[in-house]
């Protein structure tokens, strides 16, 4: 990952002032004739590397944690700008050939090339807060890309999945997290599989016709109890976690009628192609891209999307994420199970 050296020079530089007496900051005569400050890294008192750490965005603390243990140990609480923003966007995370992966941030059309080998190989089902839900060889886990926090979950009913969606309640270290699964098993039956932090095994639960079987789940989520699944389409399906219940609605964008039952969140579709994000990676016109959407605030939700390439035939498909830039970190013991 590009690391902003220039920057961190500069914060080092302005927090330091008080330091130089006591040898921390040796001025040396660089080959151009100016002074470089070379900085004894184990030296810095933590409490200074902390006060720098929290003045960072994420990619520049992504490199900052990554410079040596002290620095990661004394930054551990550090929670970068972005973080904090009001409203900001989320960004995007291509995958989908090998470890290499390209983060894109649309608010500053900047790049970044970040190696996850978490990511090669795998499929994100569920993308929330900056929680990640990755199936990969068979396996389920929670995944944070900035942080490397992983979580794993109780072996999936199956080894390959199709169409799957997925959403989760909370954060998976909440004790209250709780992820559902589903897909189409056939034209007219859908599956839906679930786990509560604790369990150490999925429960399966079965809907019949639910939704048109030319549909799929495009967007999954969670609210008060109950998961609303939308199709590509105006259909909605919920499930009460309560009650295991089932409940199929039709959504219309007329509010005349006073009776009607109000969506608690809205949803974006075609939200990849309405956006220069394609154009900002400089992905060539022989790429489709299967994106997995994300919560982009506390009410709005963007759909998962199949973009095909805009010239045939397709040589090479990505994925993609869109993912809320957080740093998460958990202790080295946590684990699904309570």
């Given at each position: 990952?590009?690391?902003?050296?220039?920057?961190?020079?500069?914060?080092?530089?302005?927090?330091?002032?008080?330091?130089?007496?006591?040898?921390?900051?040796?001025?040396?005569?660089?080959?151009?004739?100016?002074?470089?400050?070379?900085?004894?890294?184990?030296?810095?008192?933590?409490?200074?590397?902390?006060?720098?750490?929290?003045?960072?965005?994420?990619?520049?603390l992504l490199g900052?944690?990554?410079?040596?243990?002290?620095?990661?140990?004394?930054?551990?609480?550090?929670?970068?700008?972005?973080?904090?923003?009001?409203?900001?966007?989320?960004?995007?995370?291509?995958?989908?050939?090998?470890?290499?992966?390209?983060?894109?941030?649309?608010?500053?059309?900047?790049?970044?090339?970040?190696?996850?080998?978490?990511?090669?190989?795998?499929?994100?089902?569920?993308?929330?807060?900056?929680?990640?839900?990755?199936?990969?060889?068979?396996?389920?886990?929670?995944?944070?890309?900035?942080?490397?926090?992983?979580?794993?979950?109780?072996?999936?009913?199956?080894?390959?999945?199709?169409?799957?969606?997925?959403?989760?309640?909370?954060?998976?270290?909440?004790?209250?997290?709780?992820?559902?699964?589903?897909?189409?098993?056939?034209?007219?039956?859908?599956?839906?599989?679930?786990?509560?932090?604790?369990?150490?095994?999925?429960?399966?639960?079965?809907?019949?016709?639910?939704?048109?079987?030319?549909?799929?789940?495009?967007?999954?989520?969670?609210?008060?109890?109950?998961?609303?699944?939308?199709?590509?389409k105006d259909g909605?399906?919920?499930?009460?976690?309560?009650?295991?219940?089932?409940?199929?609605?039709?959504?219309?964008?007329?509010?005349?009628?006073?009776?009607?039952?109000?969506?608690?969140?809205?949803?974006?579709?075609?939200?990849?192609?309405?956006?220069?994000?394609?154009?900002?990676?400089?992905?060539?016109?022989?790429?489709?891209?299967?994106?997995?959407?994300?919560?982009?605030?506390?009410?709005?939700?963007?759909?998962?999307?199949?973009?095909?390439?805009?010239?045939?035939?397709?040589?090479?498909?990505?994925?993609?994420?869109?993912?809320?830039?957080?740093?998460?970190?958990?202790?080295?013991?946590?684990?699904?199970?309570?």
């Amino acid at each position: 990952m590009t690391r902003s050296s220039d920057r961190l020079k500069t914060l080092l530089r302005e927090r330091l002032t008080d330091y130089e007496e006591s040898g921390v900051i040796e001025a040396l005569s660089s080959s151009d004739g100016g002074e470089v400050a070379t900085i004894s890294r184990s030296d810095l008192p933590p409490e200074l590397v902390s006060a720098i750490a929290d003045r960072l965005g994420l990619i520049e603390l992504l490199g900052f944690r990554g410079t040596c243990k002290e620095w990661h140990s004394a930054s551990s609480t550090a929670s970068a700008q972005i973080e904090s923003s009001p409203n900001h966007n989320p960004w995007f995370l291509l995958y989908g050939e090998n470890s290499e992966c390209v983060l894109y941030n649309e608010s500053d059309k900047k790049k970044y090339t970040i190696s996850i080998p978490e990511l090669d190989g795998a499929t994100c089902l569920a993308s929330d807060e900056g929680w990640l839900l990755l199936f990969k060889k068979g396996s389920i886990f929670f995944f944070c890309p900035f942080s490397g926090a992983k979580i794993d979950l109780p072996q999936f009913p199956h080894s390959e999945l199709s169409n799957h969606v997925a959403a989760f309640s909370s954060p998976p270290t909440s004790h209250e997290c709780i992820v559902s699964v589903i897909n189409r098993r056939d034209k007219l039956k859908l599956e839906l599989n679930v786990v509560h932090r604790g369990d150490n095994t999925w429960t399966k639960h079965e809907q019949n016709d639910p939704l048109d079987y030319s549909d799929n789940v495009t967007c999954a989520t969670y609210h008060e109890g109950h998961f609303y699944y939308l199709d590509n389409k105006d259909g909605l399906l919920t499930f009460s976690v309560s009650d295991k219940t089932w409940m199929l609605y039709r959504i219309i964008e007329d509010d005349s009628d006073s009776n009607a039952d109000r969506l608690h969140f809205g949803f974006r579709r075609s939200y990849f192609g309405k956006t220069d994000v394609k154009k900002g990676l400089e992905l060539e016109d022989n790429v489709s891209i299967s994106t997995c959407g994300t919560r982009s605030s506390n009410r709005l939700f963007i759909n998962n999307e199949s973009v095909k390439a805009s010239k045939e035939p397709e040589s090479r498909h990505l994925k993609g994420i869109w993912i809320q830039p957080r740093f998460h970190q958990i202790p080295p013991n946590q684990s699904w199970l309570l």
